[in-house]
């Protein structure tokens, strides 16, 4: 089974401080993509990175894809009460008999204080 | 609207009592998954499948059963239910390519008695 370990595990961090997720895994995926999730409801996608190496951006969100696509970053700059919630890493399977499979990670438990 | 459906939102039942859970989804979407979401441990894939008829164990998959005779449905079926699985479940369905997450449903909060 592939495993993504995501830290930390809870973050609480006054309003417009920056702050950092990491995911990271020793197997390699064929993609990594990041999921935001309300109390009560389901995971909403933000972002699928593909390419190793690959950055996107999300407004005040960036995500980084590692080189040998086995680890991935979320960085929110000057963050804002509404951005309060968990968010998820999750890994798709490179191939295999277990193709599209997707392994999440733990979750990060973000607050944001005013 | 694109989205997935998770039927009931709620459920109560008795050890034993058999059950179903429908999933349905809209956006001709040839994958489907079912997760459970445990406090401390995470979202956990059940069953997954590719396309209709071709479905997969996931990580935990004692105690359940899934079927894919249509494309836009994935229902997952607990025989006999214990206690150990009362949980927030969630359908989630994606097109299949690198590019596209899954979207998932609202979940249904099973509580085995």
């Known amino acids: 089974t592939q495993l993504l370990e995501q830290s930390p595990q809870f973050l609480s961090i006054q309003e417009g401080e920056n702050l950092t997720v990491y995911c990271n895994s020793s197997?390699?995926?064929?993609?990594l993509q990041w999921y935001r999730q309300e109390p009560g409801e389901g995971p909403v996608l933000l972002v699928t990175v593909v390419t190793g190496g690959e950055v996107k951006k999300l407004k005040r969100l960036t995500f980084q894809f590692g080189d040998a696509r086995k680890d991935s970053s979320l960085h929110i700059t000057a963050a804002q009460p509404g951005d309060t919630g968990l968010y998820l890493c999750?890994?798709?399977?490179?191939?295999?008999?277990?193709?599209?499979?997707?392994?999440f990670g733990q979750g990060t438990i973000l607050t944001v204080h005013p | 609207e694109a989205q997935v459906t998770q039927n009931p939102r709620y459920l109560i039942t008795v050890t034993g009592k058999k059950l179903t859970v429908t999933c349905s989804q809209n956006m001709n979407h040839e994958y489907m998954s079912w997760y459970r979401q445990d406090p401390g441990l995470g979202l956990r894939q059940i069953y997954y499948s590719m396309n209709v008829e071709v479905t997969d164990k996931g990580d935990v998959p004692e105690g359940y059963k899934v079927s894919r005779k249509e494309k836009r449905n994935f229902p997952l079926i607990l025989e006999s239910p214990s206690p150990n699985q009362t949980s927030l479940y969630f359908c989630?369905?994606?097109?299949?390519?690198?590019?596209?997450?899954?979207?998932f449903g609202s979940g249904t909060r099973l509580t085995v008695v």
């Open positions: 197997s390699v995926f064929s993609s």
């Open positions: 989630a369905s994606s097109p299949g390519t690198e590019l596209y997450g899954y979207t």
């Open positions: 999750a890994g798709k399977n490179a191939g295999g008999t277990s193709y599209g499979k997707l392994t």
